[in-house]
């Protein structure tokens, strides 16, 4: 994906918001979510996590690093 500059603030918002997408414009999406998903560590756990002690929190952080 190319980097843009802008001049002003009018032309920056006018590429934020896409009022009428096309085939295009989701085959794109669909293909950055992919890409935003190979970049997210999936060894990570969602949820709060409970620790015993501050080593045992420091300990998990060296495994999943």
Known sequence: ?????????????????????????YKKLK?????WSKLVDQRQKS???KYRSYKELLSSRDKVY
Not at 1 to 25: G, H, Q, R
């Open 1 to 25: 994906m190319p980097i843009k500059k802008y001049t002003t603030f009018e032309e920056a918002s006018k590429d934020l918001w896409v009022l009428n997408p096309d085939s295009d414009y």
């Open 47 to 49: 949820g709060i996590q």
């Open 31 to 35: 293909n950055n979510f992919a890409f």
